[in-house]
């Protein structure tokens, strides 16, 4: 291990970061011969290249689309550009994100350590990661699990990369699935997790990398894991004996985090395969108990093409014995049923180990908020219920 290659501090990303658009500060900044590898000989232009390496950084961590600006989820990366890249003042950021000073900081913490390790990757460090840094800025960020089509997240990705690829002198072959690789995932943990080891795999490869899509049915004969994306390259004479890199350990912390695993194998002719796994997507199985024949087709239409099984009846009694059999994520409960009403089959529900745990969704004409509550329900819809009122509900409570 180098000097160099633990020298990344965050305390040096966090000055370099307030010093951004200061060119001779960045000139003297330790962070320069870190990161600009190609020779430059210009001063001015190195400083821009080391200030557009970083901002390149920054916006790569930015979650894409569903991920919505200024939400929980978006502000620990958000903030780094309104405040470094785009300058804004820390109050005019509180006022326009509706955040405290405290907040903002917390935020801004959680931001620039996961900068740090994404940078410490870039320049192809071979430490040890910062745990204690690197479990903060995940539980600020928190978890976001959601169906993930690891097609669009390799699109995705790749051009993330190609600064540091065609640096290098090397090019990533990505060869998507014939068939869509539904994960569950976190999209914003994925994204790192791909763009930290695409960029051990640059760096370690003797050539170009190849960038594979693996689907749910290729994998299942296998080690059970679905799907994965795969990387093969041949590796440099001198990495053959190299053991695996920052990058790596930072991949495979962020796959774990949301339930996935990375594999490594290395060939006896310096061949190497790194597979980033995630967890398979099985449609939420949701139980609607309902004894308006209508109002059970209407619901499994609004419900229909979202990602959720529909399981239904219109016998409270056998609601119990369905939410078991089907391993059910969630049950959209009606109150008034002829021959047992909505609160009896709440309590028994809650009553059965078996599905004492899955939430319940009480959708009604009455509006009895405390007591489905306290009876256990988890939410309450007063019928009628609009098709965007029920989807919102239901991803909130299934998560998916």
């Not at 299942?220 to 790596?248: H, K, Y």
């Not at 962020?254 to 594999?263: A, D, I, N, P, R």
């Amino acid at each position: 291990m180098s000097d160099q290659e633990v020298a990344i501090r965050e305390e040096m990303v966090r000055d370099a970061l307030m010093h951004l658009y200061d060119n001779a500060y960045l000139l003297q900044h330790p962070l320069l011969p870190l990161l600009v590898k190609r020779h430059v000989p210009a001063p001015l232009a190195r400083a821009q290249q080391l200030r557009s390496i970083i901002i390149e950084a920054v916006h790569s961590l930015t979650p894409p689309a569903p991920v919505v600006a200024k939400s929980k989820e978006w502000r620990p990366y958000g903030v780094l550009i309104l405040r470094y890249v785009d300058r804004m003042s820390d109050e005019r950021i509180q006022r326009d994100l509706a955040i405290s000073e405290r907040q903002l900081f917390r935020d801004l913490k959680a931001g620039i350590a996961l900068l740090t390790v994404t940078l410490r990757a870039q320049a192809g460090g071979e430490g040890e990661l910062d745990q204690d840094a690197l479990a903060t800025s995940l539980q600020e960020v928190g978890l976001r699990l959601e169906r993930l089509d690891l097609n669009a997240l390799g699109s995705q990705v790749l051009p993330l990369v190609q600064g540091l690829s065609g640096a290098l002198g090397k090019v990533i072959h990505l060869q998507p699935a014939p068939a869509e690789a539904i994960a569950v995932a976190d999209l914003a943990l994925s994204r790192q997790a791909l763009i930290s080891a695409l960029s051990h795999a640059l760096h370690h490869a003797g050539g170009d990398v190849c960038l594979r899509v693996v689907t749910d049915q290729e994998t299942r004969e296998g080690a059970g894991l679905a799907p994965a994306l795969v990387l093969q390259f041949q590796r440099e004479a001198a990495a053959t004996q190299a053991p695996p890199s920052e990058a790596l350990g930072l991949a495979r912390q962020l796959l774990e985090q949301q339930g996935g695993s990375l594999q490594l194998e290395d060939g006896e002719q310096g061949e190497r395969c790194i597979s980033l796994h995630w967890s398979r997507f099985e449609e939420p199985a949701i139980l609607i108990v309902d004894d308006d024949p209508a109002m059970l087709r209407l619901f499994g239409r609004y419900l229909a093409g979202h990602g959720y099984r529909v399981v239904s009846t219109n016998d409270g009694s056998e609601a119990v014995k369905l939410a078991g059999e089907n391993y059910v994520r969630l049950v959209i409960l009606d109150v008034m049923m002829r021959d047992m009403d909505g609160w009896t089959v709440l309590q028994q529900l809650k009553a059965d180990p078996a599905t004492g745990e899955v939430p319940v969704l009480v959708c009604s004409v009455i509006n009895e908020p405390q007591l489905a509550l306290a009876l256990g329900a988890t939410a309450l819809l007063r019928k009628p219920v609009r098709q965007e009122q029920l989807l919102s509900t239901v991803m909130e409570i299934v998560g998916i």
